[in-house]
């Protein structure tokens, strides 16, 4: 089974340098269930070209505070689900966009023929409309796994025990993020429900490559709202080294992001 990952990117993004990067693989075991990264490179572009900083930010923003001179460095990627008797891939899963769906098919045939790939329901419909990024190729990239696809009509979506689909609407109409494990021992894949931590725990933030932006402006403040309270660990497709945080509130009364150590 899978839920797709970034085996193969076309991506919509500057491209690299052709520099060898070693790039870290993070691994996290929340309810016997383990999640691991699998990067496959990474872009590079100004913070600017995806996001909108909240009013009253400095000029320079986009090479200060969050940000580092040089550009925005970002990974793509996906993430590897190992249960008791299933590998998971997560990627497509989460939403249609092509830089999560451009390894789906080579040259007219299923990258992966044996296994089913879950995408919710209102995003297959968008892609079928042809609207959004189904101008650009998307069609032609997704068809050959049509019959491979299980579709997701709920809010809620159980795709194994302790892996659940759950709809977060905004950065497209069927975007999802992930929830993996039980109870109080769980951790959250947030695909592109958040491209950056910053957007999870300072307000104002817009994305550009949001569908609705108000709409996902408002999952955001309530997943944020949800992280800071259960204190699960969280991660987003190209949050920097696929790395898990937290949503904490700090001595000042403002909100945090904390790395969380696997070490």
Do not use: Y
Request: glycine content about 12%; some cysteine.
């Amino acid at each position: 089974m899978t839920v797709a990952s970034g085996v193969r990117t076309d991506g919509f993004l500057p491209s690299p340098p052709t520099e060898e990067i070693v790039m870290p693989q993070e691994k996290l075991t929340v309810s016997g269930i383990s999640i691991e990264s699998v990067p496959d490179g990474w872009a590079q572009a100004p913070p600017g070209t995806l996001l909108v900083p909240p009013s009253g930010s400095p000029a320079d923003w986009e090479t200060s505070g969050w940000f580092e001179p040089g550009g925005w460095r970002f990974p793509l990627g996906g993430f590897l689900l190992r249960t008791a008797d299933r590998l998971i891939l997560v990627d497509a899963g989460t939403h249609l966009h092509r830089d999560h769906v451009g390894w789906l098919s080579v040259d007219g045939e299923p990258t992966f023929p044996a296994a089913a790939h879950h995408v919710h329901a209102a995003d297959w419909a968008t892609l079928e409309s042809g609207h959004g990024e189904a101008d650009m190729g998307m069609a032609d990239i997704v068809r050959p796994i049509g019959d491979l696809v299980r579709l997701a009509r709920a809010e809620r979506t159980e795709i194994a025990p302790g892996v659940l689909l759950r709809l977060v609407a905004g950065h497209t109409p069927g975007n999802c993020l992930i929830e993996v494990g039980e109870g109080e021992d769980r951790a959250f894949l947030l695909g592109d429900t958040a491209h950056h931590p910053a957007t999870l725990v300072e307000d104002g933030w817009l994305d550009k490559f949001d569908a609705d932006r108000d709409g996902a402006r408002k999952a955001r403040a309530q997943l944020a709202d949800e992280l800071e309270a259960s204190g699960i660990p969280a991660v987003g497709a190209h949050f920097d080294g696929c790395r898990f945080g937290r949503v904490i509130r700090g001595r000042d009364g403002s909100r945090r992001w904390e790395l969380v150590d696997l070490a």
